[in-house]
Nanobody, 123 residues
Framework: QVQLVESGGGLVQAGGSLRLSCAAS????????MGWFRQAPGKEREFVAA????????YYADSVKGRFTISRDNAKNTVYLQMNSLKPEDTAVYYC????????????????WGQGTQVTVSS
């Protein structure tokens, strides 16, 4: 089992930045791909970004390309999401997730989930 804990969420003004972190513990010896998802009230959980085990390949939703950057530090068992130029529509609970094998954009195919961290972007 892998446990994931997100942190770094908060309240920020439009145009500002936040960096989310996801710390992994437990059985982390496998080569996990990592993803970030978000869910706003009344909406389905949606894909934000993903990264391969090596960090050499990343994927982004069209809505965040050019603004968000996903990265990982395997020595620290941590994945990050740097969010710049935040918009009110980015307001959501952000979740990190781990998947055995190659990353994808489907929440149902990730194996482990954190509890989420709230990001609120004010005008």
């Amino acid at each position: 089992q892998v446990q994931l804990v997100e942190s770094g969420g908060g309240l920020v003004q439009a145009g500002g930045s936040l960096r989310l972190s996801c710390a992994a513990s437990g059985r982390t010896g496998r080569s996990y791909s990592m993803g970030w998802f978000r869910q706003a009230p009344g909406k389905e959980r949606e894909f934000v970004a993903a990264i391969t085990w090596s960090g050499g390949t990343t994927y982004y939703a069209d809505s965040v390309k050019g603004r968000f950057t996903i990265s990982r530090d395997n020595a620290k068992n941590t994945v990050y999401l740097q969010m710049n130029s935040l918009k009110p529509e980015d307001t959501a609970v952000y979740y990190c997730a781990a998947r055995v094998t190659w990353p994808n954009y489907r929440p149902s195919e990730y194996d482990y989930w954190g509890q989420g961290t709230q990001v609120t972007v004010s005008s």
